[in-house]
């Protein structure tokens, strides 16, 4: 089965810094990726996805991943954070097996002034 | 539209009291799940349903029940509340379009629950 792993818990950067969350995934077959966002107190919304084509996937505020296949990666980076982009971050995986989606643990990204 | 609307915000149980966690969608999606998300440990399914009338266990489906009558409403229940049911409950939903995985899970704003 898959599983993903979000390495970092929590991500202390300061704004306008950049910024790179982990996430990497068990398994080498064909995946479709996702990065969702969830602000406090709301539910999660997607960022942006990765189902076929180019590797680096743009997504909504100024947020992009890179799917690399040899490392099963698919970090996602912002090169300017704000203040606005503190939140969870989560990965998900798709499960081919049962056409679901894996999430991994989250990490809090936290941004200073 | 309003999208995922989820009815209680927050909600304090006794052990063993039960209630029903309202999830409605606006979006005619076929697909509808409801997760559970503990603290450091990411969000797991409990049940989902592929469209009215259809139900499925998730990874986590004990202490639950849901049914679909419809296809905006899918609610979930807890008979005998139990303190590891403590959790903030996700509803979402997403069209159908090829394999579920395709597609963007649209989610509702949370159910807080607490049970003591």
């Known amino acids: 089965a898959q599983s993903v792993t979000q390495l970092d818990s929590q991500v202390p950067v300061f704004e306008e810094a950049p910024v790179e969350l982990r996430c990497n995934y068990s398994s080498s077959v064909s995946v479709y990726l996702f990065w969702y966002v969830q602000y406090p107190n709301q539910g999660l919304q997607l960022l942006l996805k990765y189902l076929s084509g180019s590797t680096l996937v743009k997504g909504i505020n100024g947020f992009e991943a890179e799917f690399n296949k040899s490392q099963t990666s698919f970090h996602l980076r912002k090169p300017s954070v704000h203040i606005s982009d503190t939140a969870e971050y989560f990965c998900?995986?798709?499960?081919?097996?049962?056409?679901?989606?894996?999430f991994g643990t989250g990490t809090r990204l936290q941004v200073f002034p | 539209n309003a999208g995922v609307t989820q009815t209680p915000k927050f909600r304090i149980l006794k052990i063993g009291q039960s209630m029903t966690l309202q999830c409605t969608q606006d979006?005619?999606?076929?697909?509808m799940y409801w997760y559970r998300q503990d603290p450091g440990m990411g969000l797991k399914l409990i049940y989902y349903?592929?469209?009215?009338?259809?139900?499925d266990k998730g990874e986590v489906p004990n202490g639950y029940n849901v049914s679909r009558s419809t296809t905006e409403d899918f609610p979930l229940r807890l008979e005998l509340a139990a303190p590891s049911q403590t959790s903030v409950y996700f509803c979402a939903s997403s069209p159908t379009s090829g394999r579920a995985t395709y597609n963007e899970q649209f989610f509702g704003p949370g159910t807080r629950l607490t049970v003591l």
């Open positions: 998900a995986v798709s499960d081919r097996a049962t056409d679901k989606l894996i």
């Open positions: 349903s592929v469209g009215a009338g259809i139900t």
């Open positions: 979006m005619n999606h076929n697909y």
